[in-house]
């Protein structure tokens, strides 16, 4: 069964710094991986996704993630933290066969935190 | 322009009244989903179709119904059976497994 884990329920950084929100999954074979953020009382929005493309996928807002298949990992980095990325970021996978139901399996979810 | 509506975005309802939360979508996407959000755990499924008239339970139903007439409508009902109503719940809508979701912009549910 597919499954993804995110490292870190809240990290913490200073404006300026980089950012790096760590995402496992777990699955037999690659799957499709996405990342998403989440302002308060906001829905979801949509950051990058990997879909066997591009090892390295870039997305809005800075952000970039990398997917290593060794690693089983799609970690999302951001060279330089602004404060308006203080939100909750969540890692989702799709497994790569077809589902009709094109369900995503999610993390729980990762908050970051800039300081000034 | 193409998305997902919510609404109300905010609903405030008596114990044991059933309520109803809308979603829209005008992006002709087939399959659409209701998750629950509560404090620090993740995005729970509710339910889910994948096409008209057809849907299939999530992890969490219990004291939750749906109904997908249309396409793009696809409403929540939240009734008296359910224990713990309040929380956020976001609607979300996909075209297949390379796009992953868009989602509304969810509605905060609070039963007094």
């Known amino acids: 069964a597919q499954s993804v884990t995110q490292l870190g329920s809240h990290v913490s950084v200073s404006e300026g710094a980089l950012v790096l929100l760590r995402c496992n999954y777990s699955s037999s074979v690659p799957p499709y991986l996405f990342w998403y953020v989440q302002y308060p009382n906001q829905g979801l929005q949509l950051l990058l996704k990997y879909t066997s493309a591009a090892t390295l996928v870039k997305g809005i807002n800075g952000f970039e993630a990398e997917f290593k298949k060794s690693e089983t990992s799609f970690h999302l980095t951001k060279p330089s933290a602004h404060m308006s990325d203080a939100a909750e970021y969540f890692c989702?996978?799709?497994?790569?066969?077809?589902?009709?139901?094109?369900?995503?399996?999610f993390g729980s979810g990762t908050r970051l935190l800039v300081r000034p | 322009d193409g998305g997902i509506t919510q609404s109300p975005k905010y609903l405030f309802r008596k114990e044991g009244q059933n309520v109803t939360l809308s979603c829209e979508q005008n992006l002709n996407h087939d399959a659409m989903y209701w998750y629950r959000q509560d404090p620090g755990q993740g995005l729970r499924l509710i339910y889910y179709?994948?096409?008209?008239?057809?849907?299939q339970k999530g992890d969490i139903a219990e004291g939750y119904s749906v109904s997908r007439e249309k396409k793009e409508s696809f409403p929540l009902t939240v009734t008296s059976a359910q224990k713990n109503p309040t929380a956020f719940y976001l609607c979300a809508s996909s075209m297949g497994q390379l796009y992953g979701y868009t989602f509304g912009s969810g509605t905060r549910l609070t039963v007094v």
């Open positions: 179709s994948q096409i008209v008239n057809d849907f």
């Open positions: 989702a996978v799709s497994p790569p066969w077809m589902d009709s139901s094109y369900k995503l399996i």
